[in-house]
Every structure is written in C-alpha cells, then in structure tokens.
C-alpha cells in the first residue's frame, strides 16, 4: 500500500465495565433492555457507548470520555451516552478522521444481547455517522468465571478503525 493511504488509517480499542445494581436502567447501544437488574454508574452507565467512544478517541489519539465528560461534573449525571458518543464523533472528524468501522464485544452472563443487537447497531451507527453494517455488536458469556460469571458486572471491549478525510 502507498505510504499516503496507510498513514491515514488508524486502529482504536476501548474498553468499559460497570458494576450490576437493582434500581437502575440496562442501557447498552442506547436501548433500553428488560432486566431486574441495570448498570450503576455517574452517566447512564451504556457501557457499549463508552467502550466505542474510547475506541474511536483512541484511534484518533484524542484520549477518552472520562477526559471529556468527568464524573466530578454533575451536569454529567446520567447523561445519555448515544451523547456522549456523538461529541467524541464530532472531536475526531474535527481533527480530520472520518469512522470506518467498529467492532464489539460484550462480555456477560445474561441478559442474551440477540434480540437487541439490530436496535444497537442501528443507535450505534447513527451516532457514528456510518452504515449498520459496518458496525458489529456480539454478546459472549465469561463461561461462569470471576465477577463475570458471578453476575457481578458486565464488561465491553471495542475495535474502531478511522481513515483521514484530508
Ligand atoms: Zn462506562
């Protein structure tokens, strides 16, 4: 490849993980999922949005969304992160990167993300500015093991690649 077309093309991973707590919403990709228990955290605690949002930021090199949006600052308090998602979309196509395409990796016991995932890769791809099929969202159970598998929390991890739009 010309050294001008593989110099514009940049990798990012983010990854995220809230703790389980009754009382609260399950918010992942920006849709809201049935659950006795939802994520505790300052913002809406989407930990997709998150992981994706570092993803994208760090391919960029443009840091993260706890640099963005602190947790010391209350208008931060369960701020919706399809949001938070969208202005770490704005800082790197303001720094000249447009998304390319991501890849994600929720890591959990329940609740089976399949029969949300369509909804997710849409809200996804609509605040990233590119199609739903360039935007990959899978569930993966941690087989029972550690605070994963006691149902103590989920985690996610996110691939994001950006190419320069200049
Ligand atoms: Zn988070």
Same mark, same amino acid.
């Given at each position: 490849m010309? +050294?001008?077309q593989?110099?514009?093309?940049r *990798?990012?991973? &983010?990854?995220?993980?809230?703790?389980?707590?009754r009382? =609260?919403?399950?918010?992942?990709?920006?849709v809201?999922?049935?659950?006795?228990v939802g994520?505790? &955290?300052h913002s809406?605690?989407?930990?997709i949005?998150? @992981?994706?949002?570092?993803?994208?930021?760090?391919?960029a &090199?443009?840091?993260?969304?706890?640099?963005?949006?602190?947790?010391?600052d209350p208008a931060?308090k369960n701020?919706?992160?399809?949001?938070?998602?969208?202005?770490a *979309?704005k800082r790197?196509?303001? @720094?000249?990167?447009?998304?390319?395409?991501?890849? *994600?990796? %929720? *890591?959990?016991e329940?609740?089976r993300l399949?029969?949300? =995932?369509?909804k997710? =890769?849409?809200?996804?791809?609509?605040?990233?500015?590119?199609?739903s099929?360039s %935007?990959s969202?899978?569930?993966?159970?941690?087989?029972?093991?550690g605070?994963?598998? +006691?149902?103590e929390g989920?985690?996610?991890i996110?691939v994001?690649?950006?190419k &320069?739009? +200049?």
């Amino acid at each position: 490849m010309p +050294r001008e077309q593989s110099a514009n093309f940049r *990798v990012g991973v &983010g990854y995220d993980s809230h703790p389980f707590a009754r009382g =609260r919403p399950l918010t992942l990709g920006g849709v809201s999922i049935p659950s006795e228990v939802g994520l505790d &955290g300052h913002s809406d605690a989407d930990a997709i949005c998150h @992981a994706v949002a570092d993803a994208v930021l760090g391919a960029a &090199g443009l840091g993260d969304i706890g640099e963005m949006f602190p947790d010391s600052d209350p208008a931060n308090k369960n701020r919706n992160s399809i949001e938070m998602l969208g202005a770490a *979309v704005k800082r790197v196509q303001s @720094a000249g990167y447009l998304v390319n395409q991501i890849d *994600v990796c %929720v *890591v959990t016991e329940s609740p089976r993300l399949a029969p949300f =995932r369509d909804k997710i =890769r849409a809200n996804l791809a609509a605040a990233l500015g590119i199609d739903s099929a360039s %935007v990959s969202v899978k569930g993966k159970s941690n087989e029972g093991m550690g605070w994963i598998g +006691r149902k103590e929390g989920l985690a996610c991890i996110a691939v994001a690649t950006l190419k &320069g739009n +200049r």
